[in-house]
């Protein structure tokens, strides 16, 4: 398809192509001046410099330059900053500015609106030519827009508001539009007359226009409040501020605050919350941000001229107003935005009410806790005492305590028998009968993957060594129905007053939460490639709590201080990385961010990380309490960094394929309209009697020529097309692949400049292979004609190489040679090493989609200055690597062929609208045949009938009636009568379609006359 576009754009605008390069040539060296200094806008107001409309234009124009940090100085020039200025005294005022301004004119200046336009078209001439000029105006489609000059017309939702007014107010009649006695008000006002115009239900309501145009404030107040109560208005105007107050002669008004008999809806949304309902409103802060992006665009592209419109709208409305008018929340629509609406209790005292139940719940888990802590505690003391008073009660003291205790706690006698285990201890089992008396291994199935020692083996040592043991880390218990649970704690002796050992105690408890829960980290840290720290701002120590062996490897000690951290740093962040901390320790920020690059292994490959710091404690010792420790986290951003370097080399690469592309254009523009000088011009000199028959036989042969080279440019933007929508067709076939390259290499010699010469390298036994012949003459061509370009002198070598599992074709010269930096760029479109050699660059395009898709690959070697080798693969294993179609016809060559004579003259109908294509068809048919026309489809049909055809050769594009449509209507009265294609559409697709209507056989124009005879032979003698 894109091809498609090119090929129509080619042919219809390479003049207008031509005239603009020449034209951005010109402009290209006062562009780049331009470019290197800071770029000047100036705002034109003509309106008061207090109106709150400019106010908002400016600030969003500066907004957008201020977002995008442009390189842009704003100057504002309000050339009627009191408002009561005439137009004479304007003009008089710009003059005077423009004159301070002469020594350093503004690139480009922006008009407020028409008036402020018309006073910058009205300077003296005596000043130099205006800069570029921007408008800002309402639109107006009577308005003659200037040349030269860019617009953004702004537009008013009228018909919106007219609609929503209605809709909220069903028994309205009158409809008023409130504005000001302005310009202004009164281009909106014609505005809004346009739109009311088109508006089908408009006789159903009265449309009253109100405005102080004498100047009579309290008369304007009274005819709206002295308005019928079934109706509701439209307020759109330059003097209402911000506050609802009316500016009109120097003083200000109370305006919408007195106004309180009928419903307001405002155009701007400046005045929603001051007094009015609300509605779809515009906003001039928009208007000035979309004015600064327009020109941004304007100073960066010197010769741009823009015409845009501005139709967005927002639709507002106060709560309080909708109150007063009854309107519920269901009656507006759902995307409306309500300002002044009450905050609920909650919504308003939210974040204390939070606090309270968070304070609330605090307090009753801490009293909770307290409670069990004191319970337990006062029973601790009872069993003390108990025990303080008698000794034969400890035992009972003991198993009142593990019974409430979450550890599992287990007792064991001289032989390790157990001999008392509380409820945590048996939870912990999975024994469903009593444990005591039993060995710990006969109750517990553990395993110790870090240690060989087993729990048991740790009893009998603690027994042994009369000295604690601590269970070693990850042990578990497994059980046969249920997951397995991890174990921590300790294994002690209980020691007689003698030294003896009386009882082994085993505590342990479950956690395999906490297990889980460091696994998940360390997990994520791994995955994340990450790592926690911790930092001393007193000691400088640093540290590595999590993931460090992953990270930095297997060493034995920790970071020494944060300096020795930053021997793995790139020296250029490591002040940065030191810095960070700063603002952290003195408390001037919660957190930190940096990225700095790290080398883990100490060899210059340098990763990009980012750490995140916060404040871990701070010290008491200091009246400003400054940060005694920091902890965060750095976590590997390699990848993200990749992903943004390939982000920007896509984007680089994007733009170079737009230039290419646009060069690509160019180029064929070239290419087409080079053999069409040559077609046109010898075309005109063949019809002028003062040259002589040899002399025209002559044109004619060059007329030939050039045809015969667009029509080889057109093909290959056909192939392209093809292999774009993969529709490249292939047949293979047996044939002598010496033969045709001595054949290839006999054809170009005719060719080559004088000094070169082309020659062959072929093996001594000629070389049958199962390949596409047609393709492959057309690849070894290619590659040839290429060479012939860029040799001037020397040879051209034509050959191929017969090796293991394929046949490798080269093309050798001695020629310019192709830079280094161009190499891996010859086989995309839309490149050629050298603008100024002909040819349109598709050709090893071409031929590196046909290779591949054969099964093949395609490469070249190249020295600048000294040649280039080219060569290509052809597989022995072909026929699986590729699935081939139907091809096509081949076309044959242009020789002629004698028509059959026959006894009766056979008839033929010729359905074509243009008269020179008629015209040639009826000069090769007439002698031959009984030829009539029909001008389109419907005629064809018609003549079917009566002049009874023995064939017909039907146009595809023809009016009234097309080719398909009038082909299928014939089959409908007879399936055997052969009918030709005739059209100008090489695709496939087009010659299927045709075949599916009907037709026997496709001819793609220009017609040859030796394929038309053959086609005709074909037909004819099967009928005769």
């Given at each position: 398809?894109?091809?498609?576009?090119?090929?129509?754009?080619?042919?219809?605008?390479?003049?207008?192509?031509?005239?603009?390069?020449?034209?951005?040539?010109?402009?290209?060296?006062?562009?780049?001046?331009?470019?290197?200094?800071?770029?000047?806008?100036?705002?034109?107001?003509?309106?008061?410099?207090?109106?709150?409309?400019?106010?908002?234009?400016?600030?969003?124009?500066?907004?957008?330059?201020?977002?995008?940090?442009?390189?842009?100085?704003?100057?504002?020039?309000?050339?009627?900053?009191?408002?009561?200025?005439?137009?004479?005294?304007?003009?008089?005022?710009?003059?005077?500015?423009?004159?301070?301004?002469?020594?350093?004119?503004?690139?480009?200046?922006?008009?407020?609106?028409?008036?402020?336009?018309?006073?910058?078209?009205?300077?003296?001439?005596?000043?130099?030519?205006?800069?570029?000029?921007?408008?800002?105006?309402?639109?107006?489609?009577?308005?003659?827009?200037?040349?030269?000059?860019?617009?953004?017309?702004?537009?008013?939702?009228?018909?919106?508001?007219?609609?929503?007014?209605?809709?909220?107010?069903?028994?309205?009649?009158?409809?008023?539009?409130?504005?000001?006695?302005?310009?202004?008000?009164?281009?909106e006002t014609e505005y809004t007359k346009r739109e009311i115009a088109t508006l089908e239900n408009k006789h159903n309501y009265k449309f009253t226009f109100l405005s102080p145009k004498d100047g009579n404030f309290e008369d304007?107040?009274?005819?709206?409040?002295?308005?019928?109560?079934?109706?509701?208005?439209?307020?759109?105007?330059?003097?209402?501020?911000?506050?609802?107050?009316?500016?009109?002669?120097?003083?200000?008004?109370?305006?919408?605050?007195?106004?309180?008999?009928?419903?307001?809806?405002?155009?701007?949304?400046?005045?929603?919350?001051?007094?009015?309902?609300?509605?779809?409103?515009?906003?001039?802060?928009?208007?000035?941000?979309?004015?600064?992006?327009?020109?941004?665009?304007?100073?960066?592209?010197?010769?741009?001229?823009?015409?845009?419109?501005?139709?967005?709208?927002?639709?507002?409305?106060?709560?309080?107003?909708?109150?007063?008018?009854?309107?519920?929340?269901?009656?507006?629509?759902?995307?409306?935005?309500?300002?002044?609406?009450?905050?609920?209790?909650?919504?308003?005292?939210?974040?204390?009410?939070?606090?309270?139940?968070?304070?609330?719940?605090?307090?009753?888990?801490?009293?909770?806790?307290?409670?069990?802590?004191?319970?337990?505690?006062?029973?601790?003391?009872?069993?003390?005492?108990?025990?303080?008073?008698?000794?034969?009660?400890?035992?009972?003291?003991?198993?009142?305590?593990?019974?409430?205790?979450?550890?599992?706690?287990?007792?064991?006698?001289?032989?390790?028998?157990?001999?008392?285990?509380?409820?945590?201890?048996?939870?912990?089992?999975?024994?469903?009968?009593?444990?005591?008396?039993?060995?710990?291994?006969?109750?517990?199935?553990?395993?110790?993957?870090?240690?060989?020692?087993?729990?048991?083996?740790?009893?009998?040592?603690?027994?042994?060594?009369?000295?604690?043991?601590?269970?070693?880390?990850?042990?578990?218990?497994?059980?046969?129905?249920?997951?397995?649970?991890?174990?921590?704690?300790?294994?002690?002796?209980?020691?007689?007053?003698?030294?003896?050992?009386?009882?082994?105690?085993?505590?342990?408890?479950?956690?395999?939460?906490?297990?889980?829960?460091?696994?998940?980290?360390?997990?994520?840290?791994?995955s994340a490639k990450a790592f926690i720290w911790f930092y001393s701002t007193i000691t400088k120590q640093f540290s590595v709590a999590v993931n460090k062996e992953n990270i930095f490897g297997a060493g034995d000690g920790e970071?020494?201080?944060?300096?020795?951290?930053?021997?793995?740093?790139?020296?250029?962040?490591?002040?940065?990385?030191?810095?960070?901390?700063?603002?952290?320790?003195?408390?001037?920020?919660?957190?930190?961010?940096?990225?700095?690059?790290?080398?883990?292994?100490?060899?210059?490959?340098?990763?990009?990380?980012?750490?995140?710091?916060?404040?871990?404690?701070?010290?008491?010792?200091?009246?400003?309490?400054?940060?005694?420790?920091?902890?965060?986290?750095?976590?590997?951003?390699?990848?993200?960094?990749?992903?943004?370097?390939?982000?920007?080399?896509?984007?680089?690469?994007?733009?170079?394929?737009?230039?290419?592309?646009?060069?690509?254009?160019?180029?064929?523009?070239?290419?087409?309209?080079?053999?069409?000088?040559?077609?046109?011009?010898?075309?005109?000199?063949?019809?002028?009697?003062?040259?002589?028959?040899?002399?025209?036989?002559?044109?004619?042969?060059?007329?030939?020529?050039?045809?015969?080279?667009?029509?080889?440019?057109?093909?290959?933007?056909?192939?392209?097309?093809?292999?774009?929508?993969?529709?490249?067709?292939?047949?293979?076939?047996?044939?002598?692949?010496?033969?045709?390259?001595?054949?290839?290499?006999?054809?170009?010699?005719?060719?080559?400049?004088?000094?070169?010469?082309?020659?062959?390298?072929?093996?001594?036994?000629?070389?049958?292979?199962?390949?596409?012949?047609?393709?492959?003459?057309?690849?070894?061509?290619?590659?040839?004609?290429?060479?012939?370009?860029?040799?001037?002198?020397?040879?051209?070598?034509?050959?191929?190489?017969?090796?293991?599992?394929?046949?490798?074709?080269?093309?050798?010269?001695?020629?310019?040679?192709?830079?280094?930096?161009?190499?891996?760029?010859?086989?995309?479109?839309?490149?050629?090493?050298?603008?100024?050699?002909?040819?349109?660059?598709?050709?090893?395009?071409?031929?590196?989609?046909?290779?591949?898709?054969?099964?093949?690959?395609?490469?070249?070697?190249?020295?600048?200055?000294?040649?280039?080798?080219?060569?290509?693969?052809?597989?022995?294993?072909?026929?699986?690597?590729?699935?081939?179609?139907?091809?096509?016809?081949?076309?044959?060559?242009?020789?002629?062929?004698?028509?059959?004579?026959?006894?009766?003259?056979?008839?033929?109908?010729?359905?074509?609208?243009?008269?020179?294509?008629?015209?040639?068809?009826?000069?090769?048919?007439?002698?031959?045949?009984?030829?009539?026309?029909?001008?389109?489809?419907?005629?064809?049909?018609?003549?079917?009938?009566?002049?009874?055809?023995?064939?017909?050769?039907?146009?595809?594009?023809?009016?009234?009636?097309?080719?398909?449509?009038?082909?299928?209507?014939?089959?409908?009265?007879?399936?055997?009568?052969?009918?030709?294609?005739?059209?100008?559409?090489?695709?496939?697709?087009?010659?299927?379609?045709?075949?599916?209507?009907?037709?026997?056989?496709?001819l793609t124009k220009p017609i040859k006359s030796s394929l038309l005879m053959m086609i005709l032979n074909k037909y004819l003698l099967d009928n005769k």
């Amino acid at each position: 398809m894109f091809v498609k576009s090119i090929l129509k754009f080619l042919l219809s605008g390479a003049i207008l192509m031509a005239s603009v390069a020449s034209s951005s040539q010109s402009l290209s060296s006062e562009t780049t001046e331009r470019e290197k200094r800071e770029k000047r806008v100036m705002i034109v107001y003509s309106k008061e410099r207090n109106n709150e409309r400019v106010r908002e234009f400016g600030a969003g124009f500066s907004t957008h330059h201020s977002n995008n940090k442009t390189n842009t100085r704003i100057s504002n020039l309000y050339i009627n900053s009191e408002g009561d200025r005439s137009k004479e005294d304007m003009i008089r005022v710009m003059n005077l500015a423009w004159k301070a301004y002469s020594n350093n004119l503004p690139d480009l200046v922006i008009a407020n609106d028409s008036e402020a336009l018309e006073v910058l078209l009205s300077l003296d001439s005596s000043h130099e030519t205006l800069p570029r000029i921007l408008c800002v105006k309402l639109l107006d489609p009577t308005y003659k827009e200037l040349m030269g000059i860019s617009y953004i017309h702004t537009s008013f939702p009228v018909k919106e508001n007219i609609e929503l007014g209605t809709k909220l107010f069903p028994d309205a009649k009158e409809i008023l539009f409130i504005t000001d006695n302005s310009t202004y008000g009164d281009l909106e006002t014609e505005y809004t007359k346009r739109e009311i115009a088109t508006l089908e239900n408009k006789h159903n309501y009265k449309f009253t226009f109100l405005s102080p145009k004498d100047g009579n404030f309290e008369d304007f107040v009274k005819r709206i409040n002295g308005t019928q109560l079934k109706s509701f208005a439209k307020l759109s105007s330059w003097m209402v501020d911000n506050e609802g107050n009316y500016l009109l002669n120097g003083y200000s008004h109370s305006f919408l605050s007195i106004i309180d008999n009928l419903p307001i809806i405002g155009i701007q949304n400046l005045l929603t919350g001051t007094g009015v309902l609300g509605g779809y409103t515009v906003s001039s802060w928009e208007h000035g941000y979309k004015a600064a992006e327009i020109s941004s665009r304007l100073i960066n592209n010197p010769g741009l001229i823009i015409n845009d419109t501005i139709k967005e709208y927002k639709l507002l409305f106060d709560f309080n107003k909708l109150k007063r008018w009854g309107i519920s929340g269901d009656k507006i629509p759902k995307q409306s935005l309500v300002l002044n609406k009450p905050a609920s209790i909650y919504d308003e005292y939210r974040t204390e009410v939070q606090l309270f139940l968070a304070f609330i719940l605090l307090l009753i888990t801490t009293l909770m806790v307290f409670a069990v802590y004191h319970m337990r505690h006062s029973k601790l003391n009872k069993e003390l005492m108990r025990l303080s008073s008698e000794n034969i009660a400890r035992k009972e003291l003991l198993n009142n305590t593990f019974s409430v205790m979450e550890e599992g706690v287990i007792s064991f006698d001289d032989k390790l028998k157990i001999i008392y285990a509380n409820d945590a201890a048996i939870n912990l089992s999975e024994s469903k009968k009593g444990i005591q008396g039993r060995r710990f291994h006969e109750v517990f199935n553990t395993s110790q993957p870090e240690s060989n020692v087993c729990i048991h083996s740790l009893l009998k040592q603690a027994f042994t060594e009369k000295k604690s043991i601590q269970i070693p880390e990850f042990s578990r218990i497994d059980y046969h129905e249920k997951e397995s649970r991890f174990i921590a704690g300790n294994i002690a002796p209980v020691l007689n007053n003698d030294g003896s050992v009386s009882q082994i105690v085993l505590v342990m408890r479950d956690v395999t939460e906490i297990n889980k829960q460091k696994r998940y980290l360390n997990l994520a840290m791994e995955s994340a490639k990450a790592f926690i720290w911790f930092y001393s701002t007193i000691t400088k120590q640093f540290s590595v709590a999590v993931n460090k062996e992953n990270i930095f490897g297997a060493g034995d000690g920790e970071f020494l201080t944060h300096k020795n951290f930053l021997d793995f740093v790139h020296p250029d962040d490591r002040e940065k990385l030191s810095l960070s901390y700063d603002k952290l320790m003195t408390r001037k920020a919660k957190s930190f961010t940096v990225e700095y690059r790290m080398s883990l292994n100490g060899e210059n490959n340098w990763e990009w990380w980012e750490r995140r710091g916060i404040i871990y404690s701070v010290s008491t010792g200091t009246s400003n309490k400054d940060a005694r420790f920091l902890y965060g986290m750095d976590i590997n951003i390699q990848d993200i960094k990749m992903r943004e370097n390939e982000l920007v080399e896509a984007r680089l690469k994007a733009e170079e394929s737009d230039r290419l592309k646009s060069s690509f254009l160019s180029n064929m523009s070239h290419e087409i309209r080079t053999p069409l000088n040559g077609i046109v011009g010898f075309a005109n000199l063949i019809s002028d009697p003062s040259y002589s028959d040899e002399e025209k036989s002559e044109f004619a042969s060059i007329i030939n020529s050039n045809s015969s080279s667009l029509m080889t440019l057109i093909n290959d933007i056909l192939d392209i097309s093809r292999i774009e929508s993969n529709s490249l067709k292939f047949e293979l076939s047996n044939f002598d692949l010496s033969t045709q390259i001595i054949e290839v290499a006999e054809t170009s010699r005719l060719n080559v400049k004088e000094g070169v010469v082309i020659k062959t390298g072929l093996p001594s036994t000629n070389e049958i292979i199962l390949y596409d012949p047609v393709r492959n003459r057309q690849v070894v061509s290619n590659l040839v004609n290429n060479a012939i370009k860029f040799t001037e002198s020397g040879e051209i070598e034509i050959g191929y190489i017969r090796r293991k599992s394929e046949i490798e074709v080269y093309v050798k010269d001695s020629g310019r040679g192709i830079p280094p930096d161009a190499v891996d760029k010859v086989f995309n479109r839309f490149f050629k090493t050298d603008e100024f050699v002909s040819g349109a660059g598709l050709g090893l395009p071409i031929c590196k989609a046909i290779v591949e898709k054969l099964g093949g690959a395609i490469s070249l070697t190249s020295t600048l200055g000294e040649g280039t080798r080219i060569f290509y693969t052809i597989p022995f294993d072909i026929k699986p690597r590729v699935d081939f179609g139907e091809s096509g016809r081949k076309e044959t060559e242009d020789e002629p062929i004698t028509i059959k004579e026959f006894e009766v003259k056979k008839k033929i109908l010729i359905a074509e609208d243009l008269d020179s294509n008629f015209m040639l068809l009826d000069i090769i048919l007439s002698k031959k045949f009984d030829v009539v026309r029909a001008l389109n489809g419907e005629e064809a049909i018609n003549l079917y009938g009566s002049f009874n055809p023995d064939i017909i050769l039907m146009d595809i594009k023809m009016p009234v009636m097309n080719g398909l449509e009038a082909t299928k209507a014939i089959r409908e009265r007879n399936s055997c009568i052969p009918i030709i294609a005739l059209t100008a559409n090489a695709f496939e697709s087009d010659q299927m379609e045709a075949r599916e209507a009907g037709c026997n056989e496709v001819l793609t124009k220009p017609i040859k006359s030796s394929l038309l005879m053959m086609i005709l032979n074909k037909y004819l003698l099967d009928n005769k």
